[in-house]
């Protein structure tokens, strides 16, 4: 009599199909997120990721160059002595930077202008790092404290603007709770709110709208592509969120931080 050998269950992998993920999550295989999707992580964890990028990076271009100097030298025989010098320089200059930004964040005073500080050499920084602490497998962590580190320097610049030059946007995945408390806060403070459903949506609004400042919220993922491409330009505060019931759906947030921000911001 022919047996038959148990059938292996292919593994069911549980996927939420009420949501619509954004795109940053769609690898997300539906298992709870670790430590309930909040990612709070203390400023020295970015420092760090950031200290080993410049290292990851400046070992690559000086082996690349290295590599290369032979069919350099062929070229034109000084050139990778140059390009080594050139590269030196390179590399002193962003220790240089990285030992301000240290001092800035640490000794409380900002020692250089915004410019070159946050949102400028900063927002780069803080992508190249999240690349390479996603290599690690550390993104949203190492996304986090960068965002912190990031709102720290910004908020202390004391920027204020009037009531109509604030916006506040949101994305579509907030709790009922933490949508009542926003609204609550923008009611209180007289400054438009807006659901950013999608980044595109989001740099339409504050294209149309022309902001001085803005107030943002979104997950750590997201909200590292919103720096990314807006904070350069305008001022913007980032505060991200928890997902206690994994991405894209009922996000909580810190309603006291985004309170004391507009109320800064608005000088109130
Ligand atoms: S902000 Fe919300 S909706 Fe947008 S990607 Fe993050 S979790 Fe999803």
């Given amino acids: 009599m022919a047996t038959s050998a148990p059938v292996q269950r292919p593994q069911l ?11 940053e999550w769609d690898e997300w295989d539906g298992k709870p997120l670790p430590n309930n999707g ?12 950031s200290a080993l990028t410049l290292l990851v990076v400046g070992a690559a271009a000086t082996g690349l160059l290295f590599l290369l ?23 002193g200059a962003a220790v240089l930077w990285f030992a301000i930004l240290l001092a800035s964040f640490y000794g409380g005073v900002s020692l250089l202008p915004e410019a070159l500080l946050e949102r400028g050499p900063y927002l780069r920084m803080m ?3 999240s690349r390479v602490a996603r290599w690690l497998g550390r993104r949203d962590w190492v996304e986090h404290a960068a965002i912190d580190v990031y709102n720290t320097l910004a908020v202390r610049r004391g920027r204020t603007v009037g009531k109509g030059e604030l916006l506040v946007l949101i994305p579509r995945c907030l709790s009922k709770g933490a949508l009542d408390g926003v609204l609550a806060i923008a009611g209180r403070y007289e400054v438009p709110v807006f659901v950013a459903t999608r980044g ?7 294209r149309e709208r022309r902001p001085r400042a803005v107030v943002a919220v979104a997950c750590e993922r997201d909200m590292l592509t919103g720096l990314r491409d807006v904070a350069g330009k305008l001022p913007v505060l980032g505060l991200t969120m928890q997902l206690p019931n994994g991405p894209c759906r009922d996000a909580v947030l810190d309603l006291a ?5 507009v109320k800064g911001l608005v000088g109130a």
């Avoid at 595109?200 to 504050?206: E, S």
């Avoid at 931080?257 to 921000?261: C, D, G, K, L, V």
């Fill in 38 to 49: 909040d990612y709070a992580a203390p400023p020295r964890l970015f420092f760090a990721y």
């Fill in 69 to 91: 100097a032979p069919r350099l030298g062929a070229l034109w025989a000084p050139l990778p002595a140059a390009l080594g010098w050139i590269l030196a320089g390179c590399c």
């Fill in 127 to 129: 992508n190249v790092t």
């Fill in 200 to 206: 595109q949506l989001a740099r339409r609004v504050i």
């Fill in 13 to 23: 992998i549980h996927i939420e199909t009420d949501r619509r993920l954004g795109h």
């Fill in 257 to 261: 931080t985004m309170e004391s921000w």
